[in-house]
Every structure is written in C-alpha cells, then in structure tokens.
C-alpha cells in the first residue's frame, strides 16, 4: 500500500496548468537561490581581493617610506599631497563598500527567509498570495543582483584608476624624472 502525503493530494486535486505553474515557480525558485549563492561566493571574492589589494598596498607604502594611513590620518607628515588625497578617497571608498557588501549580506539573508518561508508552504493561504510573494521575491532579488551589478563596476573602475596610479608611479622614479618605455 503505498502512501500519499497531504502535498500530493493537494498536488492531485490542483488543476494541470496550476501544477505546471507551480512546478515552473519552484524551478525559478531554485534557479534564483542558485543566483543568490553566486552572488555570495562573488561577493566573498571581493571582499578577499580587497583585503589582497589593502595587503599590497600597505607592502608598497612600507617599501616607499609612505606614511601609514591605517587610523586614517598621516603619521609625521603636516602636508597633504595628492597622493594622500587619493589614498584617503580609496580608503573611504573600501569601507563604503564593506557597508554596502554587509547590507547585501543581510538582504540576502532575509530574501533566503522569504523563500524558505514560501517553500515551507503557506497552509490554508491562497494561491495568488504565494504567487506574489514569489514574484516579489523574485523582484527583489533581481533588484539586489542589479546593484551588485552596477556598483562592480565602479569598483572596477576605481580598482583600474588605482592600477594606473601605481604604474604611473613605477615609471617615476624616485628624483621625478619621468622613465618612458
């Protein structure tokens, strides 16, 4: 004798395309929890490379007797240059988009909820209710992947302004004249 659960009864009782539909929302369900881990695992893979770059740079300041700038202001030195400018800009860049990358963090954490909280099921609620918390869902996820989107861009142009920096700075040498080839 084989056993039915009470899903596969509801599931039976459903009329066809209201299966397919949802068997269609669950698929989106999962391929959007599947957008999600990657945007995880990109957004721990910047967060890495920004503590690389942060590494590297400190190396580079070390090496060319830079003041240290790590508590935000510059040790021994009463004049700012240009470069002290740029390196304070960065520096307040990176902890806006540590803020940034922790507030996504949580909103993902929170969407995983939603959809967890859908998938459980809503026992008794309307089917047109699980629909929009789907698609709401659905919307501001793909809300939070076009922020990520934009603001990787920017990160990646202020990463290019930096790596232009320093190889402007590698064909200096250290009397000014500039080295060309």
């Not at 690389?52 to 740079?57: R, T, V």
């Not at 700012?80 to 507030?103: F, P």
């Not at 909280?117 to 793909?142: N, Y």
Request: charged share 25%; aromatic share 2%.
């Amino acid at each position: 004798m084989t056993t039915t659960t009470n899903d596969e009864l509801e599931l039976e009782l459903l009329d066809p395309a209201a299966v397919a539909t949802i068997v269609a929302l669950c698929e989106d369900v999962n391929a959007v929890e599947s957008n999600m881990e990657r945007a995880n695992h990109d957004l721990d893979f910047v967060a890495q490379q920004q503590q690389e770059l942060g590494d590297i740079i400190a190396q580079m300041e070390t090496a060319l007797g830079v003041d240290d700038w790590s508590n935000g202001t510059a040790i021994g030195s009463m004049t700012t240059t240009h470069s002290d400018l740029q390196r304070e800009m960065i520096m307040n860049l990176q902890t806006a988009v540590d803020g940034q990358t922790k507030q996504i963090g949580q909103d993902l954490a929170q969407l995983v909820e939603q959809v967890n909280a859908v998938r459980g099921g809503t026992a008794g609620g309307d089917d047109g209710d699980v629909m929009q918390q789907i698609a709401l869902i659905l919307s501001k996820q793909m809300d939070t992947l076009t922020w990520v989107d934009q603001h990787t861009g920017a990160l990646e142009a202020k990463l290019n302004d930096v790596k232009a920096e320093l190889n402007r700075r590698r064909r200096t040498d250290h009397s000014g004249i500039i080295r060309y080839g």
